[in-house]
């Protein structure tokens, strides 16, 4: 895999930092004139190569994922910054998300405002790239993050944070998925919905080496010196997907 395809966008300023999350991603001012939540070093290169496959092929289904840049954080920005942990955000390339104005985090009251198809879909997709990572709280129990934002003005969806998704088979299992936030649309999907999502699978799946082609080669290797090859390569990814995009059987027998 050689260099990344697509220009990085320079950050030009660090703005705040997310208090809540493992990531904590930084809110920063980009010289594309945009906002965008980035994701460095303290997240890990698996992390940021997971976040940017899954959200690309999330997008690639029609998921409303909120754009996606590899961001460039310059030495010069973290050597002169008095900003509290910068150092968490590294130089080099990091993973960028837009900043979506005016939105708030997901809770239940908003899953019957949202497009019934759009919850089929995510609760495929996240089956399909195997992410557990969408869950609510629970008042007196379990701790939990939909990775969902609400825009309110819109009254509409956007998805967010897949950097816990392509996770091992043995993550195959409805208890890993009983707090999904679309779990009760379990056994209501229908045969058009099916077969409509088995298309997008097979034609994301198709996507992947143009994916590829755009990642930062450091993100590759698991550490700075690019010695320790990541295990998440373009054909272990293709091995992890690509059964259910060619016979989703299984996954609708799970969703059923």
Known sequence: MGACMIQPVPIIEVLSRATQGATRPFLCRCEDGHLYWAKGAAAGTMALLTEWVVGRLGQ??????????????PPE???ESAFPGIED??????????????AQEYDSTMIERTDQL???KILSFD?????????FSRPYGSSGNPNLLWCMGEGSLRVIDHNNALLPNDMLDIGNYRRHVFVGERGHLTTPFKLDMATGMADALASLPGIYLDVPEAWLFLDVERCVKSDMTLDFV???LGPIAR????MWEFLS
């Open 127 to 135: 089956y399909w790239v195997r992410n557990t990572d969408r869950t």
């Open 60 to 73: 690639h289904l029609g998921l409303p994922i909120p754009e996606m840049a590899i961001l460039y954080v």
């Open 118 to 120: 759009l919850r089929w």
């Open 89 to 102: 955000l590294g130089t080099g390339n990091c993973f960028g998300s837009r900043h979506v104005e005016g």
């Open 247 to 250: 016979d989703p059987t299984a």
């Open 238 to 240: 293709q091995g992890m």
């Open 77 to 79: 920005l973290i050597a």
